[in-house]
């Protein structure tokens, strides 16, 4: 069975700085793209990062580009999201989840995040003034 847990989300000031994490299991690491998506308070769902897990190729929407970090440590099959200069508008749940394949980044380019296999369930983040 495919699990993703994320978790680190919280309470934050405008400027801050908050790590999330997403642990997976249940599939072969190496096979899968993770990404990190977010619906914020009457938005649609959106995506914000990805990374291959093969090679750790990594794609950034421009509204969190410079930044937003994601790595992963293959070793935990962990794959964290570190968040800077927080703004008002960063708020929402976000969700990782994990998509079959290997994306170039010529596909992160021209499609942005690829839909996803597997979510797991959101995290809270809340940034305030």
């Known amino acids: 069975e495919v699990q993703l847990q994320a978790s680190g989300g919280g309470l934050v000031q405008t400027g801050g700085s908050l790590s999330l994490s997403c642990t997976a299991s249940?599939?072969?690491?190496?096979?899968?793209?993770v990404c990190w998506f977010r619906q914020g308070p009457g938005k649609e769902r959106e995506g914000v990062s990805c990374?291959?897990?093969?090679?750790?190729?990594?794609y950034y929407e421009d509204f969190v580009r410079g930044r937003f970090t994601i790595s992963s440590d293959n070793t935990k099959n962990t794959v964290f999201l570190h968040m800077n200069s927080l703004k008002l508008e960063d708020t929402a749940v976000y969700y990782c989840?994990?998509?079959?394949?290997?994306?170039?980044?010529?596909?992160?380019?021209?499609?942005?995040?690829?839909?996803?296999?597997?979510w797991g369930q959101g995290t809270l983040v809340t940034v305030s003034s």
């Open positions: 990374i291959n897990l093969r090679d750790g190729t990594t």
């Open positions: 989840a994990a998509a079959a394949g290997y994306f170039d980044r010529a596909f992160y380019r021209n499609m942005g995040p690829p839909m996803p296999n597997y």
């Open positions: 249940g599939f072969t690491y190496d096979d899968y793209a």
